[in-house]
């Protein structure tokens, strides 16, 4: 599950569904305690017994350090053995108030997504995240959160799956809300091991199993600069919208735009790749930021509103091209600075995709959140949002983008060999043909040509005066009378095959394996993005 905070959460043992069971099977006789293993080091097998060593197991549970939040563990039996299996993390909501919603909607989503694989958890362990306010101690921290545990516990029993053990993580020491023995459980916590020190450490580090910083840090790469060099981008957009978005509104001229926007975005990429790559992230983006000047990034954010253009530079997601397009987007994004955030949408989309293509889920999923923030109604990062969460193999979206690329590049050869010039596309390089077709559940003009979607209508026209928008403050609402249409349908399942029943010649790249229908029967909640994946939110995953 994912909320913008991002929070794991344990609850208390106190007056709990199936407590008589619980109470016999949790981890407080520490000799008697269910043994964990840890299955993605299969070749290096791990066994966690104590609090302790499940407090420094989180971080590689989930691939990064969680903040504030709630975290569930779901736990498999094998042989009277535990076995870990998803995760699930929620962000601890600041109002108590909504507490019994959130922990009623992390185990069901986590209990969900797990029997969608086959097999419901028997057991979960809990952990609450949160390091103290000003003037705040660790163990105020975990007795304020302790009616979060509760309510947390009280959900998964109503489920039939006891929780274990719920730990509270904070201030560098642990608690558990299962254990009242001092002699284990102190009531001031006991302090958390040193990073990378824990036999699990180790054997993570053999395994090549990489734990990265906090999600803060992750979305620190993909936030608006607020630098002195924000106003100056600022400047530029304002001056390229007042030229550019004009041209864009017009159909006479839209083509051209969309040409130029490719051929800029080609140029831009190559840059990228021939650019430096730095092992340090702050220093990496640094570097990169140098390599885009304030016009070309607001030509680029302007001219990917275009829903046409952004799938086709979304065809740039693996091989040698994967690396330097998601430093491009995550370059791009920054630049959305405040009065042009909603922009962001589609660079945050991008760079999401191709870390999701890519392999990593955890910046995908941090990415997508963050493009549904800043244009919750940005359909492209819904859909491929919902199908991440869900587990769904990219391959199906890849293949589709394979093949209209292709098919492109045919198309351009055939029409090149009567003057014998024909050649096939080069990476990067964008073809001669403007990425104007039409979708088919786009609304047309009279004269056929396409109309841009309501949401690009929405931030083009916010862009054309930018002072305007920002005194005005308010969100622009669609037309009366007309509803936004999904834009992207099924894809088939035969490989390479366009998505939905398009016309000749067209093609919607946009979802995969009946995303879009689930994503048209569910109404998404606001403010939290679901995650029944039984996987973390971050690279967690099953247990393999």
């Not at 599950?1 to 099977?25: C, F, I, K, L, Y």
């Not at 009946?514 to 403010?527: E, F, I």
Request: glycine fraction near 10%.
């Amino acid at each position: 599950m994912t909320n913008h905070s991002g929070t794991t959460g344990t609850p208390d043992n106190d007056d709990t569904v199936g407590g008589e069971r619980q109470r016999a099977r949790r981890a407080t006789d520490l000799d008697r305690a269910p043994a964990v293993r840890e299955r993605p080091l299969p070749e290096h097998q791990v066994t966690l017994r104590t609090p302790e060593e499940l407090a420094d197991a989180l971080p590689y549970l989930l691939g990064y350090r969680p903040e504030d939040s709630i975290v569930l563990v779901a736990l498999h039996d094998a042989d009277g053995r535990g076995r870990f299996g998803g995760r699930a993390r929620l962000g601890i909501p600041a109002s108590a108030d909504d507490w019994d919603s959130a922990a009623g909607q992390l185990a069901q989503g986590l209990v969900t997504g797990s029997e969608r694989r086959g097999a419901k958890p028997e057991q979960m362990v809990a952990f609450l995240c949160q390091e103290p306010a000003p003037g705040e101690t660790g163990r105020q921290v975990m007795e304020r959160l302790r009616p979060l545990a509760q309510k947390t516990r009280l959900a998964c029993g109503g489920l039939d799956v006891p929780v274990v053990e719920a730990l509270c993580i904070s201030d560098g020491r642990f608690w558990s809300y299962c254990c009242d023995r001092e002699e284990c459980c102190p009531p001031e916590g006991r302090p958390m091991g040193l990073p990378g020190t824990s036999v699990l450490a180790a054997a993570a580090a053999y395994a090549g199993v990489q734990v990265r910083g906090s999600l803060r840090q992750l979305r620190a790469r993909l936030q608006p600069l607020e630098t002195g060099a924000a106003l100056e981008q600022e400047v530029a957009l304002d001056t390229v919208a007042l030229e550019l978005v004009p041209r864009v509104l017009d159909q006479a001229t839209r083509a051209g735009v969309a040409t130029e926007t490719l051929e800029l975005a080609g140029r831009m990429l190559r840059r990228f790749a021939e650019g430096p790559v730095l092992p340090e992230a702050l220093v990496a983006d640094l570097r990169d930021d140098e390599l885009l000047t304030h016009e070309e990034a607001a030509r680029l954010i302007l001219g990917l509103q275009d829903r046409a253009t952004r799938d086709r530079v979304a065809e740039w997601m693996e091989g040698g091209e994967a690396a330097p397009a998601l430093r491009l987007w995550r370059a791009l994004a920054r630049r959305c600075v405040r009065p042009y955030h909603e922009h962001a949408a589609a660079p945050l989309t991008l760079a999401g995709w191709v870390a999701w293509s890519s392999g990593d889920d955890l910046e995908a999923r941090e990415a997508f959140a963050m493009a549904l923030a800043a244009d919750p109604d940005y359909l492209f990062a819904r859909l491929l949002h919902q199908a991440c969460n869900e587990g769904l193999d990219p391959e199906s979206i890849r293949r589709c983008l394979r093949a209209e690329r292709t098919g492109r590049s045919r198309r351009s050869a055939e029409a090149a060999e009567p003057s014998g010039a024909a050649s096939a596309e080069a990476p990067g390089e964008p073809s001669g043909e403007a990425p104007a077709e039409p979708s088919p559940d786009e609304p047309e003009a009279p004269d056929g040509k396409e109309t841009p979607d309501d949401s690009e209508v929405r931030r083009l026209a916010r862009s054309r005066h930018p002072s305007a928008a920002r005194r005005d403050g308010s969100r622009a609402t669609k037309s009366p009378g007309r509803e936004r249409r999904a834009r992207v349908p099924r894809p088939r399942t035969a490989a390479g095959t366009h998505p939905g029943s398009t016309r000749p010649g067209t093609t919607s790249p946009d979802a995969s394996n009946g995303t879009a229908d689930r994503a048209r029967r569910k109404k998404p909640v606001r403010g939290s993005a679901a995650r029944p994946d039984g996987g973390c939110d971050g690279g967690g995953g099953t247990g393999a």
